[in-house]
């Protein structure tokens, strides 16, 4: 089993995460699908009663999504792929500030893979040691990684200069550009840095 933890601090306040989160999955989910391929929602309904992280969060938004990842590899994988392997499933309770999300693979690998990760946004930047309430066996096995939206290196061809927090400033709040050691010169009067902490769990047999 893999535990990771990835810990990022935004120039947000929790609220505006929210908001942004939601929009940035409605435009994914919007661009890969069509065709027959990309993202198919089988469920989206609000559920009540079912408890996370102790119990402290118990009602928010279920979604029951496939994804269909065929058209999304070459050719040969596609003849060579066993059915159901290019089949993803995931079932997600966004009870904000916690969200949990459980990937997996039930058409092929059945019970034999899947990955959870639960993410809980507070306002602070990232000192807190123990946020999702991991028990001393798994606390033993987790990483903890530390995300620099700002400094830390990206891809060529993920880069775009409209949206590198090095150059962009916020006309509506004044915030940014983000250069150097950026949280803890952080001092905007009107923002509390949300930090999304972010556990992920891996298991495969």
């Known amino acids: 089993m893999l535990i990771k933890e990835f810990r990022v601090v935004m120039p947000l306040t929790v609220d505006e995460y929210q908001i942004g989160q939601l929009y940035s999955v409605a435009?994914?989910?919007?661009?890969?699908?069509g065709g027959g391929e990309g993202v198919e929602v089988?469920?989206?309904?609000?559920?009540?009663?079912?408890?996370?992280?102790g119990g402290r969060y118990t009602r928010g938004q279920y979604t029951y999504?496939?994804?269909?990842?065929?058209?999304?590899?070459?050719?040969?994988?596609?003849?060579?792929?066993?059915?159901?392997?290019?089949?993803?499933h995931e079932e997600a309770w966004n009870a904000y500030p916690y969200c949990k999300t459980v990937i997996s693979n039930p058409g092929y690998?059945?019970?034999n893979f899947f990955i959870?990760?639960?993410s809980l946004h507070l306002p602070d930047k990232g000192d807190k040691q123990n946020v999702h309430e991991l028990p001393p066996d798994k606390l033993k096995l987790r990483e903890?990684?530390?995300?620099d939206i700002a400094s830390d290196p990206i891809t060529s061809s993920d880069y775009k200069l409209s949206e590198d927090p090095n150059r962009y400033e916020s006309e509506t709040t004044g915030r940014g550009p983000l250069t150097g050691k950026w949280i803890s010169r952080v001092s905007w009067s009107?923002?509390?840095?949300?930090?999304?902490?972010?556990?992920?769990?891996?298991?495969?047999?």
């Not at 999504?65 to 392997?85: C, E, N, T």
């Not at 009107?190 to 047999?205: A, F, G, N, Q, R």
């Open 116 to 118: 959870i990760i639960e």
């Open 109 to 111: 690998m059945k019970d």
């Open 190 to 205: 009107t923002i509390l840095e949300v930090k999304k902490y972010s556990i992920s769990t891996s298991d495969y047999k």
């Open 144 to 147: 903890v990684i530390m995300v």
């Open 42 to 53: 089988l469920r989206n309904e609000p559920f009540e009663d079912v408890p996370h992280l």
């Open 27 to 33: 435009e994914a989910s919007k661009a890969e699908t």
């Open 65 to 88: 999504k496939k994804y269909h990842l065929a058209s999304k590899v070459p050719a040969f994988i596609r003849i060579l792929a066993p059915k159901g392997s290019m089949e993803i």
